[in-house]
């Protein structure tokens, strides 16, 4: 009976937070602990789905380390996480027949910029050269040359915002059971293309990028290619390989991957210029709010906690509170001292606190407040799309005027409504919402808001990529840099099975 080895590693970082992330930032479960994903929408669910179905198919089950994306993780807290992973694969590794790797690709840490080649790297070392290593990766990872050479295969996200986690695990598994029957030598084709890209046109049901992704879908679909696809890295990941990549695997066929790859590329590049955020500087944001019926979603893509960002920015709360902004706005900041002083108080109480710059005070310099404390909470929900926890430690929704802010004590991801309804707030019921992520699910708000503003205001995720200060990545990169040029150049990854 074919034994699988599973694994699953994922945070994704920005460079720009100042607060380093630890070991501690993960949630880290053990052997049959992960078996628990069945019927949940993530990669490990997908895939157990497979082997399941397949029938005579021994899964062992090793550990997953998931945090949500923060700052560059500490040397100490990667090397803790980084031996935790490499010994539960070892202590079982011996003992299967081929490994499935679910990775984000996005990861950094002091002294180790490329996390995810590194444990590849580690993992084909004890695995040998002849067993198959399939991994999975989200379309904002960076898969670099050393990730490359280690692997026989991977599939990436097709979707953003993502709701593909099960399907892309799904495809995983089977590519990975193609191979084990097969004695082909799989080709993957890589073409590096220098641009970053954000906004609108990234989402994959409508905008041009989902274009492009369709026709990796196609060559999925029709045989053309075991896997392809194209990651467009997270720009707030300043890493060396940072940048949008092409991939197309085939079976044996080194041509048609090339082929396939470059003429993606090169309809990829004209349209790096749409790929760009629309913003809109906030004080003509709130201007414009001021005349208009609602309800309204303030985008703060800036701050987005799901990018690596701090989740503590109060710049869009305190201008509307300057403005005196008449309508109801609900919104969400990360503030642990706040929120441990109104469950101190409890509910009913008055409290004098600071709201924002609790991380990042530089950035978002405090704002003081007298509010009511409306609800206490444990900050613990589920997120809609994949089901999976948010731990967001002690909260709290403190109301002061027109203004209703859900405070949490810990960064999460905040891409859709949970922890607003979790706190007892529909974004329903409010005329101006603020949402601390670039993009939602079209249902979440888009369908039902009257103007979504995407707003320019600093932050460690600002879509006004050359405002960052990217210091690692290549240059030249569009659009950090003028002038830039491209020339489509693929690279061919070919490992031996013998």
């Known amino acids: 009976m074919p034994r699988i080895l599973m694994l699953d590693c994922k ?81 079982r590794i011996n003992t299967v027949d081929a490994v499935y790797a679910s990775l984000h690709g996005a990861m950094g840490a002091d002294g180790e910029l490329d996390p995810e080649g590194h444990l590849l790297t580690e993992i084909r070392r004890m695995l040998g050269p002849d067993r198959r290593l399939v991994i999975s990766l989200d379309l904002h990872g960076i898969c670099t040359d050393r990730m490359l050479r280690q692997i026989d295969g991977l599939t990436l996200y097709h979707t953003y915002p993502h709701v593909d986690f099960a399907d892309t695990g799904t495809r995983a598994a089977r590519l990975l059971l193609k191979l084990m029957d097969s004695q082909a030598r799989p080709v993957i084709s890589r073409v590096v293309v220098p641009a970053l890209v954000r906004g609108n046109e990234l989402i994959t049901a409508m905008g041009c990028y989902g274009d492009l992704i369709r026709e990796c879908q196609r060559l999925e679909r029709d045989g053309t290619a075991l896997a392809a696809g194209i990651m467009i890295g997270n720009p707030f990941t300043d890493v060396p390989e940072l940048c949008t990549q092409v991939l197309v695997m085939t079976e044996a066929d080194a041509d048609v991957a090339k082929e396939e790859s470059l003429r993606l590329a090169k309809e990829f590049w004209p349209k790096r210029h749409l790929m760009q955020a629309n913003l809109i500087e906030l004080p003509r944001a709130i201007a414009q709010a001021r005349t208009m019926t609602g309800p309204l979603l303030f985008t703060d893509a800036a701050d987005a906690t799901s990018s690596g960002a701090t989740g503590d920015s109060n710049l869009i709360l305190k201008a509307l509170h300057e403005a005196d902004h008449p309508g109801r706005v609900l919104a969400q900041i990360v503030d642990p001292e706040a929120a441990a ?43 809609e799309t994949m089901g999976t926890p948010l731990e967001a430690g002690p909260s709290a929704v403190l109301r002061f005027g027109n203004f209703t802010v859900v405070v949490l004590s810990r960064s999460v991801s ?63 990169m569009y659009p950090l840099d003028d002038g830039v040029t491209f020339t489509p150049e693929a690279v061919v990854y070919r490992r031996g099975t013998t």
């Open 414 to 476: 905040l891409f859709d409504r949970a922890l607003y309804y979790s706190n007892g707030c529909n974004p329903r019921d409010f005329d101006l919402i603020v949402l601390k992520s670039p993009h939602a699910e079209f249902h979440m708000y888009d369908a039902w808001v009257e103007k979504n503003f995407n707003i320019d205001v600093p932050g460690a995720t600002s879509a006004n990529l050359p405002t960052l200060g990217h210091t690692i990545c290549a240059r030249p």
């Open 11 to 91: 945070q994704e970082i920005s460079s720009f937070n100042p607060l380093p992330s630890e070991y501690g930032n993960f949630h880290i479960s053990h052997g049959d602990e992960l078996l628990a994903h069945r019927g949940l929408n993530t990669e490990i669910g997908g895939a157990l789905s497979v082997f399941d179905a397949a029938g005579e198919i021994e899964v062992v089950p090793t550990i997953a380390a998931r945090a949500g994306s923060a700052g560059l993780l500490s040397a100490k807290g990667w090397a803790q996480l980084s031996d935790e992973i490499l010994t539960a694969v070892a202590d």
């Open 341 to 383: 002083a109104a469950h101190k108080a409890g509910v009913g109480a008055t409290v004098n606190v600071t709201l924002g710059g609790a991380i990042d005070p530089d950035r978002f310099p405090p704002m003081p407040v007298t509010a009511q404390v409306a609800l206490l909470s444990d900050g613990e929900a589920r997120l």
